[in-house]
């Protein structure tokens, strides 16, 4: 079975809170965003069984009312897919409590298998005590989550120019956002937690050892983890969307089969269309590693195993 983890989806009844984006309309977005045959249609031209359904980086953190709104409504429109498409919910960061409260009904009355988060909150990184009630209450759950990167770095002017907000930025807001749940003890204080990284990780797997070698040398004053950053580095998870067969081949190596799902990133174009055909181009993995990265770690991880049953 081939499972996408990173599949967007705006419900047509919620365009006006969610089709938005940088404070203005958002223009030519893809039919298939909210067209949901359209959408099974790609997924069988492609290869892929099972899509996670979340919402655009542009729909997170907004209100507890609208959170609600979009996570009903995608229930309604996917109940008719539930052998193709699982939701994700969205909840509004700014307000943990009320996000911990909504992840619980979504899970227990709306059967969503996890939730995704941006990378940071308005600015704020990820591993601010204020978070806590809502990373236990993840783990109480026992649900993934999927980060993904938006408003990367403050959108400082630098990145205006050539798309840098998306091609550098993305990538590297990822990373700060997993430094932060490494060094800020998040990992440390729950480790049962399963956060899943947007675009592979971004540039988070090449700095590894950098986080390493300023760890050993004392270089991180502020950081109180006991034990090296790799140690908790392994805890995370990752999606296959990479744009390089050699970096995702490097991915693999460095974390381990066991840690990479299919995602594409559908329908936008910095997505991979075809991500099962990338997984199966890897020249060094086994086909059991293929078949993991395919769909099996994705029904490990997100505890698919009920909802693909149903």
């Known amino acids: 079975m ?56 542009w729909g997170g953190n907004i209100s507890p009312e609208a959170s609600k ?34 992840l619980e009904r979504c899970v ?10 941006l990378s940071n909150v308005h600015g704020e990184n990820l591993h601010e005590p204020r978070f806590a009630p809502f990373y236990r209450k993840v783990q109480e759950l026992d649900v993934a989550v999927f980060i993904h990167p938006h408003d990367v770095l403050g959108r400082a002017d630098r990145l205006k120019p050539f798309f840098l907000s998306n091609i550098v930025g993305n990538p590297t807001d990822t990373a700060v956002a997993a430094a932060c749940l490494i060094f800020g003890g998040v990992l440390r204080e729950m480790p049962r937690l399963r956060f899943v990284l947007a675009h592979g990780g971004g540039s988070c797997p090449l700095l590894r050892g950098r986080w390493e ?13 006991p034990r090296p950053p790799s140690e908790y580095f392994r805890l995370l998870y990752f999606d296959s969307l990479t744009h390089s067969l050699p970096a995702l081949n490097y991915l693999v190596e460095t974390v381990g089969a066991e840690r990479v799902m299919l995602g594409s990133d559908y329908p936008f174009g910095m997505g991979d269309a075809r991500p099962p055909a990338t997984v199966a181009s890897l020249p060094h993995a086994t086909d059991a590693e293929k078949d993991a990265m395919y769909g099996g770690n994705a029904v490990r991880v997100f505890g698919l195993d009920e909802a693909l049953a149903r």
């Open 108 to 117: 227990k009355d709306l059967g969503f298998r996890g939730v995704e988060i």
């Open 2 to 57: 081939k499972i996408d983890v990173h599949a967007h989806y705006v419900p047509p009844s919620c365009l006006d809170i969610m089709g938005r984006r940088s404070g203005g309309p958002q223009r030519n977005l893809p039919d298939s965003l909210s067209d949901l045959d359209v959408r099974i249609g790609h997924m069988d031209e492609r290869g892929v069984d099972v899509q996670l359904l979340s919402t655009p980086p």
């Open 69 to 102: 709104r979009a996570n009903d409504a995608t229930a309604q429109d996917i109940d008719a897919y539930r052998d193709r498409l699982i939701g994700l919910a969205t909840v509004d960061m700014n307000e943990p409590e009320a996000a911990a409260a909504e």
């Open 213 to 225: 070698h300023a760890w050993r040398t004392g270089l991180i004053e502020e950081s109180t983890i």
